[in-house]
């Protein structure tokens, strides 16, 4: 079994950097990914264009194991319906992974080569890194591909280069702790909190503090813990851009529940009246309205709707199939 699962989601087409001269961001990652001096990994792609990518990526040849999936099945609600699905896409790379450690990032990164060794040495110490981004906006291309060791122009507006990994936010407690986890870890916590979806919110925070309960530690190396994310336009490809009023302060209501009731687990049973007075407690504090009253029922349902499942239980049944064992 490889000692890291590193996963990335996407929504978009894999031209969708093509403005930015990277003609394939699934070929430059696995560009990068082969430059790591840290090699006992595997590589996991969430794709929402899964059916229209997925001769091509057959083809790339790489010294690791690559998993090009789509979006698990039964983590499909919230895309079925034309939102986003950022904590679907993360439990189905958490389905597949096999690593000791996961990491996760999102489409339109690149990382310096050391960066999955960062990860390695600091879970080997006892802590979760979360690394920070330096932004940029251009790459260094060359024939529509990446130029490595990565160039280009470098601005930074993390504000997790100047916190701890939990800080003080105007809305409380906020942990970013969403980009590694022992899959132990992930897997006692039942993944990324699918309530938090819907628009493109909280899930790394929900998560983080979770993590927290468990007693995890956390690190933010500010010399080399960091990864690049590349500015870019949607192209049109993406295809979890829909966002709702009703989901009520950016979901910090659905954070604010895990932390009040103590509940490590998430995905595992509705929203019920203690969950629903503390959502409508937090939206008529920042947003000034009820959530749950009669005019908002019909919107408000289909948040309500989102399925429990069991991760552990999925994982087997994965495993059992055709699929997994061709």
């Not at 000791?100 to 990164?109: F, K, P, Q, Y």
């Given at each position: 079994?490889?000692?890291?699962s590193?996963?990335?989601?996407?929504?978009?087409?894999?031209?969708?950097?093509?403005?930015?001269?990277?003609?394939?961001?699934?070929?430059?990652?696995?560009?990068?990914?082969?430059r790591?001096?840290?090699?006992?990994?595997?590589?996991?792609?969430?794709?929402?264009?899964?059916?229209?990518?997925?001769?091509?990526?057959?083809?790339?040849?790489?010294?690791?194991?690559i998993?090009?999936?789509?979006?698990?099945?039964?983590?499909r609600?919230?895309?079925?319906?034309?939102?986003?699905?950022?904590?679907?896409?993360?439990?189905?790379?958490?389905?597949?992974?096999?690593?000791?450690?996961?990491?996760?990032?999102?489409?339109?990164?690149?990382?310096?080569?050391?960066?999955?060794?960062?990860?390695?040495?600091?879970?080997?110490?006892?802590?979760?890194?979360?690394?920070?981004?330096?932004?940029?906006?251009?790459?260094?291309?060359?024939?529509?591909?990446?130029?490595?060791?990565?160039?280009?122009?470098?601005y930074?507006?993390?504000?997790?280069?100047?916190?701890?990994?939990?800080?003080?936010?105007?809305?409380?407690?906020?942990?970013?702790?969403?980009?590694?986890?022992d899959?132990?870890?992930?897997?006692?916590?039942?993944?990324?909190?699918?309530?938090?979806?819907?628009?493109?919110?909280?899930?790394?925070?929900?998560?983080?503090?979770?993590?927290?309960?468990?007693?995890?530690?956390?690190?933010?190396?500010?010399?080399?813990?960091?990864?690049?994310?590349?500015?870019h336009?949607?192209?049109?490809?993406e295809?979890?851009?829909?966002?709702?009023?009703?989901?009520?302060?950016?979901n910090?209501?659905?954070?604010?529940?895990?932390?009040?009731?103590?509940?490590?687990?998430?995905?595992?049973?509705?929203?019920?009246?203690?969950?629903?007075?503390?959502?409508?407690?937090?939206?008529?504090?920042?947003?000034?309205?009820?959530?749950f009253?009669?005019?908002?029922?019909?919107?408000?349902?289909?948040?309500?709707?989102?399925?429990?499942?069991?991760?552990?239980?999925?994982?087997?049944?994965?495993?059992?199939?055709?699929?997994?064992?061709?």
């Amino acid at each position: 079994m490889p000692k890291i699962s590193f996963t990335i989601h996407t929504a978009s087409f894999d031209t969708f950097l093509k403005e930015k001269g990277v003609d394939s961001y699934f070929e430059s990652v696995v560009e990068c990914l082969k430059r790591q001096t840290f090699n006992d990994f595997e590589f996991i792609y969430i794709d929402t264009f899964y059916e229209e990518n997925k001769d091509k990526f057959s083809a790339i040849d790489a010294p690791f194991l690559i998993k090009h999936v789509p979006l698990h099945h039964r983590h499909r609600y919230w895309f079925n319906l034309g939102h986003s699905y950022i904590a679907a896409a993360k439990n189905t790379g958490i389905l597949y992974a096999n690593g000791e450690l996961v990491v996760a990032c999102d489409d339109a990164e690149f990382f310096p080569d050391n960066f999955l060794e960062k990860y390695w040495t600091h879970y080997q110490n006892g802590c979760l890194m979360h690394a920070f981004h330096k932004r940029l906006r251009n790459i260094k291309t060359e024939d529509g591909k990446v130029v490595f060791p990565i160039e280009g122009k470098v601005y930074i507006n993390d504000s997790r280069q100047r916190h701890p990994p939990v800080h003080q936010h105007s809305s409380g407690d906020w942990l970013y702790a969403g980009t590694s986890f022992d899959l132990k870890a992930g897997l006692v916590l039942n993944g990324f909190n699918e309530k938090m979806d819907g628009c493109k919110s909280l899930e790394d925070a929900e998560f983080g503090l979770r993590l927290k309960m468990l007693g995890k530690k956390f690190v933010l190396d500010q010399n080399e813990g960091f990864l690049y994310i590349l500015d870019h336009e949607n192209d049109g490809s993406e295809r979890s851009g829909k966002t709702s009023d009703l989901i009520a302060v950016e979901n910090y209501g659905v954070l604010q529940c895990s932390v009040e009731h103590k509940e490590t687990r998430a995905n595992s049973q509705r929203i019920n009246n203690f969950h629903k007075n503390i959502i409508s407690r937090e939206t008529l504090k920042y947003r000034g309205f009820d959530p749950f009253v009669d005019e908002h029922k019909l919107t408000t349902d289909i948040w309500l709707g989102v399925p429990s499942f069991d991760l552990r239980q999925e994982r087997k049944d994965l495993r059992r199939t055709l699929e997994w064992n061709r």
